[in-house]
């Protein structure tokens, strides 16, 4: 089972330039999110999605666009980048049944803007 | 996330001693959930807590949920240097999403 799959894992822009994140999930889970986590911070929720066609903003979702037009795949778009959106982002998908919110986090992708 | 607190920040011991780390919520917890993070890599899942005075264990990783489900703690019994890490904590305060802590990172000394 791969789980959770982010692409790529590595990226370096310059600033104002875009790009798209890829999160893949292989579990069937209606429930996905996007994290980015800077040192110090932990995790901060940038958007989430609770099913195919769903999307909805988190704690920072400010300069960051989604989609989840398949079930199995949650897209974080950049489309003007900046300095401060340098970080490490993670990509999780949950089934959240009843008492179990396990969250499955992909890798991570290092995103570094110049 | 201010909602929700860790501590200590960072924590470097002895191979073999024993350590806490504390994770106090602003709010009321509905779920308490503790991942492991090895530096540089993604997060692995630990235990997760519900229930007022839950206790639960994972090899030598207890974690507990106070009565009042507002704090939680994690124990590490005789350290080793393979639970060196980032180790967060998520709430589930409402909806089907989890906020995190800041992390503690832990070094474990040979």
């Known amino acids: 089972n791969a789980g959770v799959t982010q692409t790529p894992k590595f990226r370096v822009l310059k600033t104002g330039q875009s790009m798209t994140l890829l999160c893949a999930q292989d579990?069937?889970?209606?429930?996905m999110y996007w994290y980015r986590q800077d040192p110090g911070m932990g995790l901060r929720l940038i958007h989430y999605?609770?099913?195919?066609?769903?999307?909805a903003k988190g704690e920072v979702p400010d300069g960051y666009n989604v989609s989840r037009l398949k079930k199995q795949n949650f897209l974080l778009g950049l489309e003007s980048a900046a300095p401060s959106q340098t970080s490490v982002y993670f990509c999780?998908?949950?089934?959240?049944?009843?008492?179990?919110?396990?969250?499955?986090f992909g890798e991570g992708s290092r995103l570094t803007v110049l | 996330s201010q909602e929700l607190e860790q501590s200590p920040q960072s924590l470097i011991v002895q191979e073999g001693k024993n350590l806490t780390i504390n994770c106090t919520s602003s709010?009321?917890?509905?779920?308490l959930y503790w991942y492991k993070q090895k530096y540089g890599e993604g997060l692995i899942f630990l235990m997760m807590?519900?229930?007022?005075?839950e206790e639960k264990s994972h090899e030598k990783i207890t974690a507990k949920l106070d009565e009042k489900k507002q704090q939680s703690s994690l124990h590490i019994t005789a350290s080793q240097p393979s639970h060196a890490g980032i180790y967060l904590c998520?709430?589930?305060?409402?909806?089907?999403?989890?906020?995190f802590g800041g992390g503690t990172r832990l070094m474990v000394k040979p």
């Open positions: 579990m069937n889970h209606e429930y």
């Open positions: 999605s609770v099913g195919e066609g769903t999307t």
């Open positions: 998520g709430a589930e305060h409402a909806g089907n999403m989890l906020t």
């Open positions: 999780a998908s949950s089934q959240w049944t009843s008492g179990n919110g396990e969250l499955f």
């Open positions: 709010k009321t917890l509905y779920g």
């Open positions: 807590l519900q229930k007022g005075g």
